[in-house]
């Protein structure tokens, strides 16, 4: 088992910056692959940012050059430093881990950008 603790969201204007911070827990082997989604109501939840099991940066083609992924392995933790905040960033980020791809999830953080 994992668990994963969000934190870091708010209520920010357009073009300003954010950083989410998930803090993981439990079975190693199983954050060998973590990231973040978001999810806006009445539609999939879709792939943000995320880090590899080989370590590998992957990010949405909406959010390159705006966010940042990266992992403290001592803590555990994978923050996303989200710049250039646009209207469209609003929805719930859920931070995501599992052994391959996403299969522990977090409980969301509300991320608001008003224009």
């Known amino acids: 088992q994992v668990q994963l603790v969000e934190s870091g969201g708010g209520l920010v204007q357009a073009g300003g910056s954010l950083r989410l911070s998930c803090a993981a827990s439990g079975w190693i082997f199983g954050t060998n692959f973590m990231g973040w989604y978001r999810q806006v109501p009445g539609k999939p939840r879709e792939a943000v940012a995320a880090i590899d099991r080989d370590g590998s940066l992957i990010y949405a083609d909406s959010v390159k050059g705006r966010f940042i992924i990266s992992r403290d392995g001592a803590k555990n933790t994978v923050p996303l430093q989200m710049n250039s905040l646009k209207p469209e960033d609003t929805g719930v980020y859920y931070c995501?881990?599992?052994?391959?791809?996403?299969?522990?999830w977090g409980q969301g953080t509300q991320v608001t950008v008003s224009s």
């Open positions: 995501a881990a599992g052994p391959v791809t996403a299969f522990y």
